[in-house]
């Protein structure tokens, strides 16, 4: 049975095997990648009247990505970053006879439309990811593709009174195998979660690939959607399925030693963290064994997850215990992808939030907050792209180097993205 690509994975053992790093000679061509990669933006439209603007869109988004690729946070130091950097940035970008105050880049930020903004980032962003990952990785597995819900924590106000304003609300798509975020949606006050999962799920390509959620998506009319879409799931179930779920539990609890000695239907793993053992345990039974089995399209499998942890010290343990419903019957593919979904929280949401400090962002205007989001999950595509090429590879690690000499990894960087040079260079190496 095939399993789940991971593309970046094994990307960052190939530059490790042939010592590849971003230094290389070949990636340097005096910024003539970077005058191409300007352009990507040329499509970005915003709401202003266009005799009346002094700045133009694309100025404000280029200085604004290359800004938070400097490690700039605020629309302050965006600003500031415009100034500091002119020498640098004039050479490849027109820039204005008088520079923007951070409020012009928040305000223009509020007035571009978001879905072309996303559509120039993902377009650029999937381009770069085949020439420089999956162009030179094999693939014999499903890809993966996990939802998930992440409030902009910074963007409420006045809590605890009647004119509260709730945090905004994003929905990710989040691309498992290549570590990218391929859709973002902002979830309106007005609906949830679940009516924009199934929609962007029906623009999406999902075929052959695996979709993963959490319970609040584990719907029928999502799962109609996914298989549509020639798609495969995995998703979580939990108590607003209320019968469904209690049949599961109940069935797990009475049989769940005797599936523990059947073959293919038990998969263990044990993990050793300081003084303390986890032991994750994956228990699966054809759907069949339930009654609800026609309420779900293409369900082949209900599996139990079982976690045990057990502390050296105290000797104390705990058990924890969740559901999941799924159309695959191999039971390894179904553990790896239930173990790859926590990758949304792992490596999108600690990014942005810890890394980026995105909840600190106290942007009032919920579309120059979309906006801004969008770009912070450009730039943090773009750092697992470079960080092998960066000795230790984490992402605090390779945005402090890449910053050391930002001048010329600035030139490098885009002549690295278009993969010619670096599928040469693996080339002479595996010679």
């Known amino acids: 049975m095939a399993k789940i690509d991971k593309n970046i994975t094994q990307f960052k053992l190939l530059m490790k095997e042939y010592d590849i790093t971003f230094a290389e000679n070949s990636f340097y061509d005096n910024g003539k990648k970077l005058l191409e990669f300007i ?51 004039s050479k490849y970008i027109e820039y204005p006879e008088t520079l923007p105050v951070h409020d012009t880049y928040m305000r223009v930020f509020s007035k571009i439309n978001c879905k072309t903004l996303e559509d120039s980032i993902i377009n650029f962003l999937i381009e770069c990811t085949k020439n420089v990952v999956n162009d030179n990785v094999s693939h014999n597995g499903f890809e993966q593709i996990a939802m998930d819900g992440k ?34 949606v902002t979830i309106s006050e007005k609906t949830n979660e679940i009516p924009v999962a199934q929609q962007v799920l029906s623009e999406l390509d999902i075929k052959n690939k695996i979709i993963t959620s959490d319970a609040l998506n584990c719907q029928k009319e999502t799962v109609n959607v996914i298989v549509e879409g020639k798609g495969h799931y995995v998703l979580a179930l939990k108590a607003n ?50 009654y609800q089995e026609d309420e779900w399209k293409n369900i082949k499998s209900v599996v139990c997850y079982r976690k045990k942890l057990w502390n050296n010290h105290t000797k104390n343990e705990s058990y924890e215990y969740r559901y999941f419903i799924s159309d695959l019957k191999d039971v390894e593919t179904i553990a790896i992808a239930i173990r790859n979904h926590w990758s949304v929280e792992n490596n999108l949401h600690h990014t942005l939030d810890k890394f980026m400090h995105e909840d600190a962002n106290k942007t009032m205007d919920k579309n120059a907050n979309n906006n801004l989001s969008l770009v912070r999950k450009m730039v943090a595509a773009i750092i697992v792209l470079i960080a092998p090429l960066f000795k230790g590879g984490s992402k605090q690690r390779t945005i402090k180097s890449f910053n050391a000499h930002y001048d010329e990894n600035l030139v490098r960087l885009f002549k690295f993205l278009e993969g010619k040079e670096l599928k040469e260079l693996l080339n002479k190496k595996n010679n």
């Open 151 to 184: 409030a902009l924590r910074g963007s409420g106000r006045k809590y605890d009174t009647d004119e509260k304003i709730a945090n905004q609300q994003i929905m990710h798509f989040w691309d498992v195998s290549n570590q990218l975020c391929i859709r973002s």
């Open 39 to 89: 352009h990507i933006f040329d499509n970005v439209a915003d709401s202003r009247i266009p005799g009346k603007c002094i700045y133009s869109t694309k100025f404000i988004v280029l200085v604004v990505f290359l800004a938070l690729l400097g490690n700039c946070e605020t629309w302050q130091e965006i600003a500031d970053f415009a100034e500091y950097r002119y020498d640098t940035l």
């Open 241 to 290: 399925h209320p019968s469904f779920h209690e049949d599961i539990a109940k069935y797990f609890d009475e049989h769940i030693l005797k599936i523990m000695n059947t073959s293919n239907y038990y998969k263990p793993e044990i993990e050793k963290n300081h003084n303390q053992v986890e032991v994750r345990e994956y228990f699966r039974v054809d759907a069949s064994s339930f």
